[in-house]
């Protein structure tokens, strides 16, 4: 077999694996991305070493490193192609579903993906809800997480509901990491080493090099991290 007889066999194994886990992936649902159990972490293994295996034994000699240029570019072509097509996009990568809907469970829309109770269940969980009359809407996403929203009765008081009044609250800028002063930031910020160093004295310390990490608050004060923290009193 000559070379380009070579590398079109490589080509097309590659991609007809590829295509054939893809397919498999979508039939199986989107619970195997939301909750990886025993049985699904078995399947998913199986699948990847017989796909590998059905490659390397079908080509020979370096030509195999030829499959993961052409897994790379599949993919590529794939993201390219779902980006510019909403109906590609929807059968490669799949859309949104609810699941629940004011409090009631869908089972429709779960069976459609293989979605059971106990994932639903056990996603709500990860959420800290254990009632399903809480939920105003649980929507599946195509990655298989959950997203929930729940009654506005059941939402925790925020300081706008009190019509309290907050504060900005920003970034922290780092101004020391791993005992060295990151000066550009110091500099941003508005203030000089001076400044830094009588910061650290008021905190008993003497060297820069003691200081694993140190940021300026929005609110302009200073945290400091040591290397070596002193015990603490018990």
Avoid: C
Avoid at 131 to 143: I, Q
Wanted: charged letters at 25%; proline letters at 3%.
């Amino acid at each position: 077999m000559n070379v380009a007889a070579e590398v079109f066999e490589v080509i097309w194994h590659t991609l007809a694996v590829f295509l054939a886990v893809l397919l498999v992936s979508r039939i199986v649902g989107k619970k195997l991305l939301a909750q990886l159990t025993y049985f699904d972490f078995v399947i998913g293994i199986i699948l990847g070493t017989i796909a590998g295996a059905f490659v390397v034994q079908t080509t020979r000699g370096l030509f195999v490193l030829i499959s993961p240029v052409v897994l790379a570019a599949a993919v590529l072509l794939i993201e390219f192609m779902a980006l510019k097509s909403r109906a590609f996009r929807k059968i490669a990568q799949g859309e949104p579903l609810v699941v629940i809907r004011n409090g009631k469970i869908l089972e429709e829309n779960m069976r459609k993906v293989r979605y059971d109770i106990q994932n639903l269940r056990t996603q709500l969980r990860n959420k800290d809800i254990f009632d399903f009359s809480e939920v105003e809407f649980a929507v599946l996403e195509p990655n298989g997480q959950l997203s929930v929203l729940k009654k506005s009765a059941h939402l925790p008081l925020t300081p706008k509901d009190l019509k309290l009044d907050t504060q900005y609250k920003g970034m922290p800028t780092e101004l020391i990491l791993d005992g060295h002063v990151l000066t550009n930031n110091l500099i941003r910020s508005g203030l000089d080493f001076t400044w830094l160093y009588r910061e650290l004295q008021g905190r008993n310390v003497r060297e820069v090099k003691e200081v694993f990490y140190a940021a300026l608050n929005a609110d302009g004060t200073l945290y400091v991290d040591l290397r070596r923290d002193p015990p603490e009193n018990l």
